[in-house]
């Protein structure tokens, strides 16, 4: 409503000035000029004119911005502009041949239904002046909506950047890689053949970062892929308390999903519960909703001190709303943490 409050006084005025000339056109230029004198002292019509001209425009305000808002397409599409104008060019005329009938019927002069020669001219000129006033209001909304249009496109623009930015930055963290060091170390000394392994899908998994970082969207293969390489690299670190477990059907390999968002839920999931050999850990990757939405669940073991900010499922959310106006969805009982991403189709 905020573009209908702006200059609602100018409005006002418009809208009145409008009224005001239209009412008194047509009662000095048609045959009710016989009873000016009778029509000066009555303020009633003149009220109820003004009154109508302004239902009527603050209506076409309302409708325009509520058909903006439901239907941003709409002043985009040409033949619905169109029939919009057709449709306001005939209530206007039909507006103004209601007010010519209500003044012949106030001031009782002949058949309020019979419009002569001269007041029909005169009905259609008010008309025009009407629809070149409304054609410059109409001009001056589509150039309004347009500006609009692209401050709001700029603005998705700045934030798609900067929430692709910080989530790549707060995907693998530091402590990440130190820890990952540290057990390659140890496994250099201890098992060689597994730090070989180690080394490989720690490429993998950097390799993989630094390629996603131009891309909006990759495939759920790509995704599955990569959270091979990033489990195994807990897994050489935690032992086989740490699983992952898949039950995904073959039509949803070729969906895709924003880069490294497994990797991040993933990495909630070991940063935040306790995981040895008395509390193993699975976590499931499964679809559910006719295979539209993808989901990461896993048992509930919430560390007592944890630093959880949130921050990671929130940018995780906001780079869906900037892709494809979805939202994740997060759900959490006494035992089970579920997170539920929606797989967008090509």
């Known amino acids: ?62 409708s325009s911005h509520w058909m903006a808002t439901n239907y941003p397409l709409y002043y985009i599409d040409k033949s619905r502009m169109l029939w919009h104008y057709l449709l306001v060019a005939i209530l206007l005329l039909l507006m103004n041949c209601t007010l ?18 001269k007041g029909a001219g005169l009905v259609i000129a008010v008309w025009f002046v009407e629809m070149i006033i409304f054609s410059l ?14 401050k709001e496109k700029q603005r998705l623009e700045a934030e798609s950047i900067q929430a692709k930015y910080t989530a790549l930055q707060s995907q693998l963290n530091p402590h990440f890689l130190f820890n990952s060091l540290n ?19 720690l490429s993998e998994v950097y390799r993989y970062v630094l390629r996603q970082q131009q891309c909006q969207i990759v495939s759920l293969k790509e995704e599955l892929d990569f ?21 995904l059907p073959d039509n ?7 880069p490294l968002t497994l990797q991040l839920l993933a990495e909630n999931v070991v940063k935040h519960n306790y995981i040895d050999d008395f509390n193993p850990m699975t976590i499931r990757v499964y679809t559910e909703r006719n295979s539209r939405y993808l989901c990461v669940s896993n048992t509930l ?17 906001e780079r869906y709303q ?25």
């Open 1 to 62: 409503m905020k573009e209908i409050s702006y200059g609602k006084s100018a409005c006002i005025l418009l809208f009145s000035a409008l009224g005001v000339f239209s009412y008194f056109l047509l009662l000095y230029h048609t045959e009710l000029q016989e009873r000016i004198p009778d029509i000066k002292i009555s303020l009633i019509a003149l009220s109820i004119t003004i009154a109508v001209f302004n239902l009527f425009g603050f209506s076409l305000l309302v």
């Open 100 to 117: 010519f009938i209500s003044l012949k019927w106030i001031t009782s002069i002949g058949d309020p239904f019979v419009i002569r020669a």
């Open 137 to 150: 209001l109409l001009i001056n909304y589509s150039m309004r909506y347009t500006l609009n249009l692209y």
């Open 183 to 201: 057990t390659l170390i140890a496994e250099i000394e201890y098992d060689p053949a597994t730090a070989v392994k180690f080394t490989q899908h």
């Open 227 to 247: 959270l091979d390489s990033y489990i195994f690299l807990h897994q050489v670190r935690l032992g086989d308390c740490l699983s992952l477990e898949r039950d």
């Open 252 to 258: 949803v390999i070729d969906h895709q999903l924003p």
């Open 301 to 317: 073991r919430p560390k007592k001190v944890s630093n959880a900010s949130g921050k990671g499922l929130k940018n995780l959310s």
């Open 322 to 346: 900037l892709l494809c106006k979805q939202d994740i969805q997060i759900r959490k009982n006494d035992h089970q943490f579920t997170v539920s991403i929606p797989l967008i189709y090509e």
